[in-house]
């Protein structure tokens, strides 16, 4: 394997060592070994993919995005830092396209040894899958779907496609990521305390939740890495869903919450977990502003934590009308998230807040990423070829990706369109769920979002 050395930075490097914000202080600290602060992100192509060529595009899109090529130490002001120049830089694993990913390491990446990205290409002559992963705090789905379009624009400009010029990456926005991030204005007063509303930060973030019932104990049976299922609605379910969604006033991204909620709460009750215990969805919110988007791969997300009890999720009309109001609410106010109050406190010797949100009990129910398309994130517009993004000989033909399990928060689901159709990416903790109870879950919520674009209100 080559290896190449970020060794003798580039000028325009020398903006690191950067610190970390408080969102990578909290991801770094919260990784565990088994509950690693990683996410898997698979891309699917038809066609055959040019090895060296692709690897010149990794290249390439690595020198754009400098915190995927970064670790970790004690360094400006005895703070942990990014530095770059003492590891090697992130190199794709090729095998045969039957070939499993190997898994050395687990899930984990230790950032203070090693760059936050691995890749692994598994390839025939036919078809071929790009499969990351890449830790939290080196970047968010976004900034991975940034990434992935330069290296995807460099393949295609290789193989002599028209493509448009890459806008450019300033490494010195990186030092944006504070001020994108976290304002300091916004949560504490002159005298660096506090202010009023998030004095109980911790109390508005956690609250009692009950955790996914496993239908029997702790799993004995091996699940396969990444252990991800997905199922789709095609473009007329699609539009028929949020057809159904707007005459009941909604959008179809509070559908799908809605309708996870209802599918924790069933099965739950058919597994043992009945009760008046509030159910708990934790839902990423991206913090990217106009005055952010020359920002290169990086974190820039806060947490929403959406609480529900039982007769809440019952009433239909109630969860529905509450939901829209409560994400439209936590969407604008997304600069000023209580759970952005408490982790800024990570950065102090805090051990309450650390035993609160460490892990120690259930604080979400499961996880909601609704991205979007991600092919609309790329920084410049690919060739498409009957809706499929193309790059040379490669056609996209679709993309997996869930966000990290944590302790107690047991399922977690992506949600994704491309060609208009949408995606539903979703994975069990493989310590308590067996493939096949990820695959009864999976089919219980895509039956509860289609049972919801024929069935009213009651």
Known sequence: MIIVSDAGATRKDRIFPLHLTPFETYMLWDDRPEYPSTVVSEWQFTGRVVRDRFERAMDFALERHPLLRATVR??????????????????????????PVDWPAGESIDLRRTPGLLAWMRADDERATLTFLFHHASCDGIGLSRFVGDLLWSYAEQSGDAVEPTPPLPPDALRKRLRATYRVEEFLDSRGRPLDRFRNSVGQVIRETTPVNPPRGENREPVPYPGILMA????????????????????????LLER??????????????????????????????????????????????????RDQIRDRRRLIDGLRDEMAVAKQERHRSPFMGSIV????????????????FCVATAILSNAGDPTRRFLT????????????????????????????????????????NLRVCLRCDPRW???DDTQAFLDRYMRSIRESTHVGIT
């Open 345 to 360: 406190s990570l950065n102090d010797p805090n051990e309450g807040t650390r035993a609160v949100l460490g892990g120690k």
């Open 232 to 255: 789709e609605l095609n473009a007329q379910e699609y539009r028929e869903l949020k057809a159904a969604a707007l005459a009941r006033g909604q959008m179809a991204n509070d559908v």
């Open 381 to 420: 517009e690919l060739p498409r070829d009957r809706g499929l993004v193309r790059c040379g000989d490669l056609r996209l033909e679709g993309i997996q990706s869930v966000p990290p399990l944590r302790p107690f928060s047991r399922v977690t689901v992506f949600v994704g369109t491309y060609r208009r």
């Open 74 to 99: 004690v360094a400006k002001l005895n703070r942990e830092c990014w530095v770059l120049g003492e590891a090697p830089r992130p190199k794709i694993q090729w095998g045969r396209y039957d070939e």
């Open 260 to 309: 996870l909620f209802v599918t924790l709460f069933d099965w739950n009750d058919a597994f043992g977990q009945p009760g008046d215990g509030s159910l708990t969805v934790l839902v990423p919110l991206d913090l990217r502003e106009t005055d952010s988007r020359d920002i290169s791969a990086a974190n820039l997300v806060t947490y929403a934590f959406i609480h529900r009890k």
């Open 433 to 435: 769920f067996t493939l």
